[in-house]
RNA sequence: CGGGGUGUAGCGCAGUCCGGUAGCGCACCUGGUUUGGGACCAGGGGGUCGUAGGUUCGAAUCCUGCCACCCCGACCA
């Protein structure tokens, strides 16, 4: 195996699986499109279920769990739902095996055949809208606030590693309200929530905006969304949330009684974010020498290597850390000795810096003879030697500056990566040379977008919130537009 | 589903053209020397060569079918 990963100019797409195999977050499982999420990669994972669990229980949401399996026939209930997520459905037709009577191994039984095939969810509006029906009678009942943690599963044409699997790990919020605001505010409180989220624990600037019809949620009447811009210039939808009006309510018969004695449709909400986030986090960030951890997310946020060539040695640095180990511990900061004999400091160093870990100290017999350590920061790998006894204070606070600074670099990335484009020669050209966000007018017409995407794979992101107005022609059709849009290539 | 590629030890690969019973590096195990940026020496274990069939005295190698995975597209979080 060679030491090096692939770097991200020779072949983008090679550097972030090697990123995620070689750092030791996922493998390949025996299934298509599917993986394991290796224990670091888990632990990352279950960083940002911590931190969003909290968010969403300080903005009123319960978690509950409804079932793996739908009834074929609840997701034909809602048209635009079903035309979403028909074409990507794995069915569950038998519930029984049986050895094959040719004697080749097991198959399935042709007796055991269900009554209705059963899907395994997609996403789960639907059988959740099935169960508010019997929740749901009276305004007493809203809003009705519930979050579940679940897998689901979708059939896509093409995986990648955390990006787009078969089957991944997320959470989706189901709201029901008596208003249309009320259901309306919720979706815009959720994409704040996410918004918060990424910027201030994954240090991924966002663009918050609405998507265009075309690219709006199966069933949706307004999807709200978080877009951010990845090292290649490619964006990522990094969470949505949607107001689905009183679709589903109407589909699956949810109906209250208002103060005033009136029978009236529900107005829904749903919301979602995945271990795509986990996607976004390496791409964002990470270098040719691997992951690039935020500290807030960091399953290890500081390494201690200590220098030693015996049992005394090892033993003299690990008497001068132990305090500043329970120090820093009991701030809640993660802190791990390396105290392993088989490997030298050189292969630690590397192994860290593959793993993305925020800081490594370095203490030897010379060290302890001066009272200092080698501090090394992963962001911007840049070393400097600090007092023992002022590790204490000089550590978190370091672990504030990699944090915020990963931020600023992001952004500074962004900023210099979102451009404007007039006409549609100037357009084609940027998503060539240089990739990233484009701002351009458009008609506001779904076949102008369509025809863009046909010709150049750009889709439109978002429109921004508070997105400032200003006159313009298309950049297709020449006809007159009010606004720029967000304009990339996307994952 | 279209295009490209790959299936040989846990991982990465050579061997296939030209058939003769499988090899290298890393990893692993044992012992020793090492340890301030990916250590070294010696010894050792591990593979029905993706799968099914065919040709042949003999197949990783030739032929046919099938399967899987990866990359690039169309679809999507």
Not at 162 to 173: M, N, S
Not at 263 to 274: L, R
Request: hydrophobic share 40%; glycine share 6%.
């Amino acid at each position: 195996m060679s030491k090096k990963i692939s770097s991200r100019a020779e072949d983008y797409s090679q550097w972030y699986n090697d990123l995620v195999i070689r750092g030791g977050l996922a493998d390949y499982s025996p299934v298509r499109g599917c993986m394991v999420i290796k224990p670091y990669g888990y632990a990352i994972w279950e960083n940002m279920k911590t931190v969003l669990d909290k968010k969403f229980k300080d903005t009123g949401h319960v978690n509950a769990y409804f079932p793996l399996f739908i009834p074929k026939s609840f997701l034909s209930k809602e048209a635009a739902h079903v035309e979403g997520f028909a074409k990507e459905c794995a069915v569950v037709t038998h519930y029984r095996l049986m050895n094959d009577p040719n004697g080749k191994g097991i198959v399935v039984d042709p007796d055991a055949k269900l009554e209705e095939e059963l899907i395994v969810r997609p996403t789960s509006e639907t059988i959740i809208w099935h169960t508010y029906k019997n929740w749901i009678t009276s305004y007493r009942d809203l809003p009705l606030l519930i979050n579940q943690w679940a897998n689901v599963v979708r059939w896509e044409m093409r995986t990648r590693l955390f990006l787009r699997t078969a089957e991944f790990l997320w959470q989706e919020g189901h709201t029901a309200h008596s208003t249309s605001q009320e259901a309306i505010a919720e979706a815009e409180t959720m994409l704040d929530v996410y918004a918060d989220f990424v910027e201030k624990w994954l240090a991924i600037p966002v663009l918050r905006g609405v998507k265009t019809p075309n690219e709006r949620f199966a069933g949706a009447v307004e999807t709200y969304c978080i877009e951010a811009l990845m090292q290649d210039g490619k964006a990522l939808q990094a969470g949505t949330s949607h107001f689905l009006g009183q679709n589903f309510a109407k589909a699956f018969e949810v109906q209250f009684m208002t103060k005033e004695n009136k029978q009236e449709y529900v107005w829904a909400t749903s919301w979602g974010v995945s271990t795509r986030l986990i996607g976004a986090l390496l791409m964002a960030h990470s270098d040719d020498e691997g992951l690039v951890l935020p500290p807030k997310v960091a399953p290890l946020q500081v390494v201690i290597i200590p220098i030693f060539k015996n049992a005394e040695e090892l033993n003299a640095v690990f008497d001068r850390v132990s305090s500043l180990m329970k120090t820093l511990k009991a701030q809640d900061i993660s802190v791990k000795l390396n105290d392993d004999d088989q490997t030298r400091p050189g292969f630690k160093y590397a192994q860290y810096e593959l793993e993305g870990v925020p800081v490594r100290i370095a203490i030897g017999p010379r060290d302890l003879v001066s009272g200092t350590a080698e501090v090394a920061r992963r962001d911007t790998k840049e070393k400097q030697i600090v007092q023992i006894d002022d590790l204490e204070t000089f550590v978190p606070a370091l672990l504030d500056e990699i944090q915020a600074n990963m931020f600023q670099k992001a952004l500074k990335f962004r900023e210099e990566n979102t451009r404007r484009a007039d006409t549609y020669e100037e357009f084609k050209r940027l998503l060539d040379e240089q990739p990233g966000f484009i701002l351009a007018h458009y008609d506001g017409s779904p076949e102008t977008e369509d025809k863009i995407k046909e010709d150049t794979k750009a889709t439109i992101r978002c429109i921004p919130l508070n997105n400032p107005l200003e006159d313009g022609v298309c950049i297709l059709t020449g006809k007159p537009s009010t606004q720029r849009v967000v304009f990339a290539r996307a994952y």
